[in-house]
């Protein structure tokens, strides 16, 4: 039997977790391992610019961006941001954001008809994830990301990319606060 819930009410949740629980030795949980707005903003967000951008042109590109292309981008060389998305997954399994088997979203493609040389052609995603992971972007353009998505409420950092403040105007005035004080005090 499978079972998917969704929108359940806390004291619902609660309750049926109880009996999972009771009957854990019976049953065989899984957690979905497709992608969802939430976790690609997420997976987005731990990536270092490099590799946002790269997975933004895929997600442009609906799905299909040429490896030419892409190299063209990055001056020639895909290691850097193809390193850093290649991490992210495992990442994400580590730090709980989701479960292990999620799948990279982003895929490489390689040349058929030369199997022994792997130097990609294009890298993809699925019609799916294009849509889960503009939704995504959406979001994070226009900042309409809930605190409680980001890495940060999970134990994990976000890197400042420039002109993106991801803590908003509060941590700003803080921060400022906090450079005047250091600078009204008197070193001894």
């Known amino acids: 039997m499978k079972i998917t819930i969704e929108g359940a009410s806390p004291e619902f949740e609660r309750k049926l977790l109880l009996l999972i629980d009771e009957h854990r030795h019976e049953l065989t949980v899984t957690a979905g391992t497709e992608w969802d707005a939430e976790r690609a903003v997420l997976y987005l967000t731990s990536l270092p610019t490099n590799a946002l951008k790269f997975a933004r042109l895929v997600v442009e590109a609906d799905g299909r961006k040429s490896a030419e292309e892409l190299r063209a981008e990055f001056d020639g060389e895909l290691?850097?941001?193809?390193?850093?998305l290649s991490r992210a997954v495992p990442r994400?399994?580590?730090?709980?954001?989701?479960?292990?088997?999620?799948?990279?979203?982003?895929t490489p493609q390689y040349d058929p008809d030369h199997p022994s040389w792997q130097k990609a052609i294009a890298y993809t995603m699925t019609s799916e994830n294009v849509a889960v992971f503009r939704t995504a972007l959406e979001?994070?353009?226009?900042?309409?990301?809930?605190?409680?998505?980001?890495?940060?409420?999970?134990?994990?950092?976000i890197v400042p990319r420039a002109g993106h403040n991801p803590e908003g105007d509060d941590a700003t005035q803080r921060s400022s606060r906090t450079n005047t004080k250091e600078q009204e005090t008197p070193r001894q």
């Open 79 to 84: 290691r850097g941001p193809t390193i850093a």
């Open 92 to 106: 994400g399994v580590r730090m709980g954001w989701w479960p292990a088997g999620t799948e990279a979203p982003i």
């Open 139 to 157: 979001w994070l353009n226009g900042g309409n990301v809930p605190k409680a998505l980001l890495p940060t409420a999970y134990g994990g950092r």
